[in-house]
């Protein structure tokens, strides 16, 4: 036999006794735990993966942070020549160029949030196939990035408040709730729509239509007021109505405390949170494989 | 199927807690065709769902894992198949099986990148996984702002790769590009850039898959000292390479896997014999699908070749084989090659039957020997093997190649892990001049 002296020490290396914390790879079944412990210890690649976002679309556009300013905005022009001069569309006796912007700010945060989540699995393919990190991090850090550009937008918002003339109240505070709100609702279905994706790629061609869909079924153009009372409560199970009614109230002063449409909002957006989180969980087991 | 686990046989309980990495029964399949129909299509679905909604609105919801049920679909392959070993804490496993053999699937198991279907396997640690270089660099970025988004992405603290950036940049030897965008980086650079984070991983398990198979030689050698770093700090090291002479360096024992089955596990130079003399009777099968002339019973200083004595790498050896010979052959010519473990041929000798004063070769047995004069090897696994090329009566052309026999040199000859050779040398240092103050 031979007699390379590798062959037969057994080299028994010293335990270590604090590192025995066991991991077990086994198939899951059905739904699965969130995790959100695990999610937590990787708080610094979520950290870096939205750094890398925002770093990375300022350097590949050309205008950069303009970008930011210059879709709300033109949207805001059209929107006011249509709708505002055009088919006079009351705007709760606000200025109708800063009623639509002060919807379109949070509304643009949420539709690209929304759309980039949707499709952010499938673009970060080359990570899921070969390292493993908690999935959950990817369309978190999409969604997290697009606050960068809202930032943006809404320094505008304020110069345009400046511009009218319009004094911001003591319930400009609650502001960062709806934006919570906002980013919930893209976070939830962003989940729902990017699991979703990677196993039906007809996804990424709805994505447009539903946001389209939503930008309508949003009162971004027009007033919630249009709708009579128990509809216009019940338009609250559309969460993006609460961002918007929100928003305005906030910041324009309209003039109904718009609470219990806030309510139905945030549970409804909970929910889609919560289901959507479920749901990609469920998925997860699959993306490395179909991706 | 072969299977030699020596961690196995004491109570098994008693064991646990020196285990890194326990793999029991693990299997993973996929189903068949899923490379063209990565995702299926709504319309699919919208359809199955008009057919039977429950079904598949169920379907739907479930992840890509279809257990249960559905678990006996036909149509599934299996990459895996009830893989079972162990690996001890400080190890290092070299995984070795020609491709498709699941080695990939198995390291894709364990680093958590995807499930198993069967089975489970424990991990004991801190895994760090290294499918890849460079996973999630962005061309767009800087040197620096890759490193620490490689580094995050891998698994590093901010505090840990603040501590080794300067080391990073020196070893990828990048120190006056580092804020330059990598997209302007040479590949060499942005290999060694890529490699140099990855390098200074610290895990207490780390599953390393091909990453040595990148740059130039030079850079490899580079890479290899820092793997050799790795398994010698005591920590866990599975390994899956194509390169032998790496796996022999860095890795003590081996996990040789067939046809998604562990068909050896044990010392590595084992592990890479069975190996080489799986791919060769692959390939000795595909030369020898004609039947006829052929070679056998190949030996070494007169042994038989199935395990090969050591030899010593500055005594001369011979090598012996018989040929069966089924027609007659001009021209024959006879060529007797080895390779060192990493596939370099050191001995290319071809000669022919005029020099071996054979008239002609009629059919019969014959005894082919070569005798080697001390080679001064250094210690290492290196191949041989016979070549004989002729032609038949009617003109064609044939080639018959010998098995690969493995010679397993030790001694105590150093070559510094640089060298192949280290004949005796005769130094010699003469002063010709005294220095004139």
């Given at each position: 036999m031979a007699t390379i002296s590798k062959f037969n020490i057994p080299e028994p290396t010293p335990d270590t006794p604090e590192a025995t914390r066991t991991l077990r790879i086994a198939p899951s079944e059905g739904w699965v735990a969130l995790r959100l412990a695990e999610l937590w210890d990787y708080r610094e690649l979520l950290f870096f993966l939205v750094w890398r976002d925002i770093k990375v679309r300022y350097k590949q556009t050309a205008l950069g942070a303009a970008w930011a300013v210059i879709q709300p905005f033109f949207t805001m022009i059209v929107f006011s020549l249509f709708f505002g001069r055009l088919a006079k569309v009351p705007s709760d006796n606000i200025p109708y160029p800063i009623f639509s912007y002060a919807a379109l700010v949070p509304w643009m945060f949420f539709a690209n949030g929304l759309s980039e989540a949707s499709n952010s699995l499938v673009s970060s393919s080359n990570l899921i196939k070969k390292i493993y990190f908690p999935r959950l991090a990817i369309p978190i850090a999409t969604v997290l990035a697009g606050v960068v550009d809202f930032v943006i937008a809404f320094v505008v918002l304020l110069v345009m408040m400046l511009y009218y003339g319009i004094v911001p109240t003591v319930n400009t505070l609650w502001l960062p709730l709806f934006l919570l709100l906002a980013l919930t609702t893209a976070l939830g279905t962003g989940l729902w729509l990017s699991a979703m994706n990677v196993k039906f790629r007809d996804v990424r061609y709805v994505v447009p239509f539903i946001v389209q869909f939503w930008l309508f079924a949003t009162p971004i153009a027009y007033p919630s007021s249009l709708l009579p009372e128990p509809w216009r409560t019940l338009y609250g199970l559309n969460p993006m109505v609460g961002v918007v009614e929100g928003f305005r109230w906030a910041l324009l002063g309209t003039a109904t405390a718009p609470g219990l449409i806030i309510a139905l909002s945030a549970s409804m957006s909970v929910v889609i949170l919560i289901s959507g989180a479920f749901y990609f969980r469920r998925m997860e087991k699959m993306f490395a494989d179909r991706v | 199927m072969r299977r030699q686990t020596f961690a196995r046989e004491p109570e098994e309980t008693a064991l646990r807690n020196d285990l890194a990495i326990q793999v029991e029964g693990l299997g993973k399949s996929y189903r068949i065709g899923a490379k063209q129909e990565a995702y299926g299509t709504l319309r699919d679905s919208l359809a199955e769902m008009a057919a039977a909604p429950w079904r598949a609105l169920r379907s739907t919801l479930r992840g890509g894992n279809r257990r249960?049920?559905?678990?006996?679909?036909?149509n599934d392959i299996w990459a895996l198949k009830d893989v079972t070993f162990e690996v001890k804490r400080g190890e290092a496993v070299g995984i070795i099986g020609r491709n498709g053999a699941g080695k990939s699937t198995l390291l894709k198991i364990l680093s958590r990148i995807t499930e198993p279907t069967t089975g489970y396997a424990d991990i004991n640690g801190r895994v760090g996984s290294l499918l890849e270089v460079g996973t999630g660099f962005h061309p767009e970025l800087t040197g620096r702002e890759n490193i620490f988004l490689n580094g995050a992405i891998l698994g590093m603290k901010r505090g840990e790769i603040i501590k080794k950036f300067d080391e990073m940049v020196a070893f990828a030897e990048v120190e006056k590009f580092i804020d330059t965008p990598v997209k302007h980086y040479s590949s060499g650079m942005y290999l060694r850039l890529a490699f140099s984070v990855a390098a200074h991983l610290e895990p207490e398990i780390l599953l390393v898959d091909e990453v040595l198979a990148v740059g130039d030689m030079a850079f490899q050698k580079k890479c290899l000292g820092k793997m050799e770093d790795v398994a010698t700090e005591g920590r866990t090291v599975l390994f899956v390479s194509h390169n032998l002479g790496a796996i022999k360096e860095l890795c003590r024992t081996s996990v040789l896997l067939r046809d998604g089955l562990v068909s050896f596990q044990g010392p590595v130079v084992e592990g890479i014999v069975l190996y080489s003399r799986e791919t060769m009777q692959a390939e000795a099968d595909d030369a020898h699908a004609r039947r006829g002339t052929r070679w056998t019973d190949l030996k070494v200083n007169n042994a038989g070749a199935a395990f090969a004595p050591a030899l010593n790498g500055v005594e001369p050896f011979t090598i012996g084989a018989r040929l069966e010979v089924h027609e007659p052959l001009l021209d024959a010519r006879f060529k007797c090659r080895m390779d060192d473990a990493s596939g370099h041929t050191l001995i290319y000798h071809v000669t022919n039957q005029k020099e071996l004063d054979a008239p002609e070769i009629t059919p019969g047995v014959y005894r082919v020997g070569v005798g080697f004069p001390p080679?001064?090897?250094?210690?290492g696994v290196y191949t041989l093997y016979f070549q004989l090329t002729a032609r038949t009566s009617d003109g064609e052309e044939k080639r018959y190649m010998s098995e690969r026999v493995m010679l397993n040199v030790t001694g105590k000859l150093d070559g510094q892990g640089r060298a192949v050779l280290s004949p005796p040398l005769d130094w010699s240092l003469v002063r010709e001049k005294a220095a004139s103050a």
């Open positions: - | 249960g049920g559905a678990a006996s679909r036909t080679l001064w090897l250094v210690p």
